[in-house]
């Protein structure tokens, strides 16, 4: 068991109402960090679950962008920032970046 930081000499020196305050505070800190601790390896775990149901892939007809998603012309009249506005220039360099 650890030792309280309200166990050492000078929280002894604190008396009535303050000497409470800190060892309940205190407690109620470690408590919370272990939860916390608690939440994120639940969710570490899920997380790994979900990976392993569905591994990442390489989609080479995603269309990528900041706005494309939610413009109202994406998939009607526009295909996309890289697809409609992207000059030759811009594709060599990203395929020279990407190698």
């Given at each position: 068991?650890?030792?309280s ?10 008396r ?73 220039e ?10």
């Open positions: 068991m650890a030792v930081p309200c166990d050492g000499p000078a929280a002894r020196a604190v009535g109402p303050r000497a409470r305050l800190l060892d309940l505070s205190t407690r109620y800190r470690r408590d919370l960090l272990a939860h916390i601790d608690a939440e994120e390896s639940a969710a570490h775990d899920g997380a790994d679950r979900l990976l392993a149901l569905y591994p990442p892939s390489e989609d080479a007809d995603a269309i990528r962008g900041e706005g494309c998603v939610i413009c109202p012309s994406y998939g009607i009249s526009c295909e996309g920032l890289e697809r409609e506005w992207w000059s030759e811009e594709w060599d360099d990203f395929r020279e970046r990407a190698g």
